[in-house]
């Protein structure tokens, strides 16, 4: 039995419940020859609360404040209500819970609904997730990403001319087909969730491979477009299903399958998407499920390439003028250098800029914890295979689509087909100075931040080398700080730059020729080495 309204207008809403009880302790039952058990939402003084009552009393201590409650759903008649301490409640400075029990699941539902919209016009935007998730006054989204953030992001994604920019990478749409079409048995009569669909096209691939239902999940209004491109092709639409939402709020009717997703940002993790991608993993796949794709490695190789150097180093000449319009600008030069240095460049890089062999991270999407990604801290370890100046840090990535029958890669690799990813550089504003077989170390450090995206640190190191070289330390140590929400997208394609003489082209690591077996993946340092017989050689 239901009374009132959910509106904070109409001061109450009633629910008669099943029983309800605190956690560890017995519980209050309503039945034929008890009291019933009633709860009750109410707005007195302003404040959303909700207390439980049998006949006219309140039961003492089952107080619930709406303001900082999080329900959770153990199952289809049963939930659990979660309520934070408050410094101003000193008999209970603890969070505590308190279970429910519905009489039938139509009620369950309707609890839910009520407990979402009294938040809403209590407190913020409230959410109902499903599946055990949370039910608080924010998204999981919401509480680490900044409002103008998403409102940008959504609104970039929601335009048909940047899906067209990632349409029209066909080294991206043409692997991912691929990787489904080649792996029609882990799709076949299965059931798979679409992590941001965005224009719909890999919802419609795994409908061609036999999905037995595909659910869209688009948070941006690309999904209406998706809605009409799936309709245009009714053969395949029929068997997708478009949820405009956030795949952190959204409900699913059932669990997936497979997971298909293209999360990949620049230097994979950019935009912060691969979050998101984890959480549709714990929330809505299977036990042993598989996703599309299930790992991600982070390359990284030293570079030197002058040209960039003097290139970023000139744009603050702008402000060494002493006489601009009767004003000295100097004052403002040092933080213009180190301004212009703050930004990673992305562009198609030469391979033969690299100084040594890459060496990789792995993330292994299957495995790893969202929280996992809030920081990322990469030793860097590298043996250089020429003398020269050391001006940066240069990454790329791939991602693994493992399916039942055949396993493909998907590389950003320089010198391999560019992607709209290209690939991405960190510029040191002071180089360092390496000769032939000299050990660089150093640390890649990225922290999220609530833009989605990173700052990263970066500091590279040259050892002493030659005689005495055990007695000698760190010779040079350069370090910077960069945003890799704020790039140089410079974009250039690769030069034809000369060879040293005693510089030689480093093979690529063309992650397609490398089988990756099981026992790999637990030792990430096999990944490390590109294989003698892998990639193209520049000629």
Known sequence: MMEGSAGLKHKHLEFTLAAVSELSSS??????????VIARFSADG??????????????????VDLGTAQLFKLGPVKSLCVSESSETNKERPYSWGVTIEFRNEEESRDFHSAFEQWKEEDVVQGTHLPNGAISASKSKFDNKIEPSSAKMYFH????????????????????????????????????VVDVGAGSGILSLFAAQAGAKHVY????????????????????????????????????????????????????????????????ARDRFLVPNGKMFP???????????????????????????????????????????????FSQPVVDAFDPRLLVSPPMC???????????????????????????????????????????????????????APTTHWYQIRCVLSQPIYVMAGQEITGRLHMIAHNAQSYTIYLTLSAKMWGPGAEQGGILQTSSCKLDLKEPYYRMSQ??????????????????????????????????????????????
């Open 294 to 340: 299930s790992i991600g490695r982070i390359h990284m190789a030293p570079f030197s390439d002058e040209y960039l150097f003097v290139e970023i180093a000139n744009k603050a000449l702008f402000w060494q003028q002493q006489n601009y319009y009767g004003v000295d600008l100097t004052p403002l030069y040092g933080s213009a250098f180190q301004g212009y």
């Open 156 to 191: 970039y994604y929601g335009q048909l001319l940047h899906q067209q920019n990632m349409l029209q990478d066909y080294v991206r749409t043409g692997t991912y087909y691929a990787a489904v079409i080649e792996n029609r048995a882990d799709f076949t009569g299965h059931v």
């Open 361 to 415: 991270h792995v993330i292994d999407f299957t495995e790893v914890k969202e929280e996992d990604l809030y920081e990322i801290d990469i030793p860097l370890k590298f043996t250089a295979s020429v003398g020269t100046r050391v001006h940066g840090l240069a990454c790329w990535f791939d991602v693994l689509f493992n399916g039942s029958t055949v396993q493909r890669w998907l590389t950003t690799a320089p010198g």
């Open 27 to 36: 519980s209050v039952s309503s039945s034929s020859s008890y009291t019933p």
């Open 216 to 279: 869209a999940v688009e948070a941006s209004e690309m999904a209406e477009y998706a809605r009409k491109l799936i309709a245009g092709n009714p053969t395949l639409g029929q068997r997708i299903t478009v949820i405009k939402g956030k795949i952190e709020e959204v409900e699913l009717p059932e669990k997936a399958d497979i997971l298909i997703s293209e999360p990949m940002g620049t230097l994979l993790v950019n935009e912060r998407m691969l979050e998101s991608y984890i959480i």
């Open 46 to 63: 302003g404040v959303a609360e909700l207390r439980f009552r049998q006949g006219s009393e309140f039961i003492d201590g089952f107080n």
């Open 494 to 539: 690769p030069q034809p730059y000369t060879l040293a003489q005693d510089q030689q082209p480093h093979q690529l690591l063309q992650a397609q020729d490398i089988p990756i077996q099981a026992e790999d993946l637990e030792e990430p340092e096999l990944l490390q080495q590109p294989s003698e017989n892998s990639g193209a050689q520049l000629q």
